[in-house]
């Protein structure tokens, strides 16, 4: 695999590329292309969302900036320190970082917010890249299944070696550690799958293990 820096021009996958030169015409003002990452340059914890969402991230530029799934990761982050403030709504909001970086597995907004599996593929170089960049000691929290499966193939290692399920802890390579959450998406906030209490658990211990 061919590791890449973060290219906000990219069309390797022809179905999204299309996908957002449409959505480009009917909201012209939306930022529409491939979401950067963001964050602390050297952080000790890298947080994997799915892709960027259509009024959301893919509107404003910035991971989860406008996603109703960032109202809880952002709220969150504040929380525990990894943000200065609680609330994260537009590229010049005066958000900050400390210690933390936010990315996708897909950068591009996919139809649906589904991306298929070559998509996944194609752009797992990117988080390679992101990988490769972290510390020894770092930690990452993959936020649902295709985050998951996606560090996983990043670091060449087996997904079967290492079963998603929320809260799970897996031990990498560098002495860093893949932990789990589910997405903290509308649905399952809305149906309870993932609750705040759940959420806040899972930073806990993160700032546990950042502290020890």
Known sequence: MNILPFDQ?????????????????????YHARPVA????????LLIVGLAPGMHGANAT??????????????????????????????????????????????????PQNKPLGDEIKSCNSYLESELQQLGEG?????LGTVAHNAVLRAKGLRAAAYPFGHGREHELSREQ??????????????????????????FARIRQRLSA
């Open 37 to 44: 990452p963001v964050g602390d340059d050297n952080p000790q």
């Open 9 to 29: 021009n990219c069309r390797r996958c022809k179905r999204l590329a299309s996908f957002l030169d449409s959505v480009h015409e009917e909201y012209p003002d």
């Open 138 to 142: 770092a930690l990452i929290l993959a």
């Open 177 to 202: 550690c893949l932990i789990d959450s589910y997405h903290c998406s509308r649905y399952n906030t809305q149906t309870r799958r993932l609750t705040e209490v759940m959420f806040r658990d899972i």
């Open 61 to 110: 530029g910035r991971p989860f900036t406008g996603d109703y799934a960032g109202i809880l990761l952002y709220k969150t982050l504040h929380e525990f320190g990894f943000s200065n403030q609680a609330t994260s709504s537009h590229v010049g909001d005066g958000l900050v970082l400390r210690g933390c970086r936010i990315t996708n597995a897909v950068k591009c907004l996919p």
